[in-house]
């Protein structure tokens, strides 16, 4: 079997790769921690009656609505469904406000409505300058919610504006989005671990059946 002449197009897909490999990389070193964190924090949250309020831009509201569709459906194994909406599927809402008010204020608007103290807010963006973003993390914080946001590298508006964030230290936008798809998957994986119930526990339970 021959190996694959070189071209612009194969040197331009070995790049993307290595791209995508280091960010990860470095993400596995500064990031998951963050993520596991905030897996357990949702698995307190969510049971408990709170929601998770997600919004995004193109491909990050692609992204944040994959994450709301775990929450409500499942990630691996079957578990009951917890609320999560996306704010940038709900179209009636996101087209009235944005030709009422301004593009700026569709998420805002909806945070400052559906929000209660203790929800969680997920905004995701690849540059964190998004500004109708940016004035949804100050509307939750005002409202008592608290606010995460994935973004790509710091410094950038987003990630200041919200209460704690996860970063992903790449050049390309397309590296961001898809290293932010990891964390949404790996979020779902810590949130789902969070709610098993111990081993000692389900031991336990067994004995007593």
Not at 78 to 85: L, Q
Not at 99 to 106: A, K, M, P
Not at 158 to 178: N, P
Request: aromatic share 4%; hydrophobic share 45%.
């Amino acid at each position: 079997m021959t190996e694959p002449t070189a071209s612009p197009a194969l040197d331009a897909a070995h790049l993307h790769c290595r791209s995508l490999q280091q960010a990860l990389g470095r993400f596995r070193r500064d990031g998951l921690g963050r993520v596991a964190e905030w897996g357990g924090r949702l698995a307190t949250a969510l049971p408990a009656g709170g929601r998770l309020l997600a919004a995004g831009n193109g491909g990050s509201a692609a992204q944040a609505q994959h994450l709301t569709a775990e929450l409500v459906g499942r990630y691996r194994q079957d578990r009951p469904g917890y609320s999560a909406i996306a704010l940038h599927a709900e179209t009636s809402s996101v087209t009235a406000i944005g030709n009422d008010y301004g593009f700026e204020h569709v998420f805002a608007r909806q945070v400052s409505a559906h929000g209660r103290p203790g929800d969680v807010l997920m905004l995701l963006s690849t540059s964190g300058r998004s500004a109708n973003l940016i004035r949804a993390a100050v509307a939750g914080r005002s409202a008592g919610l608290r606010v995460w946001a994935m973004t790509g590298p710091r410094p950038n508006p987003l990630a200041e504006a919200a209460d704690e964030a996860l970063c992903i230290d790449a050049d390309s936008t397309a590296t961001v989005q898809e290293a932010h798809l990891v964390a949404v998957h790996l979020l779902c994986e810590c949130f789902d671990a969070a709610l098993a119930p111990a081993p000692s526990t389900v031991a336990a339970h067994r004995r007593a059946s």
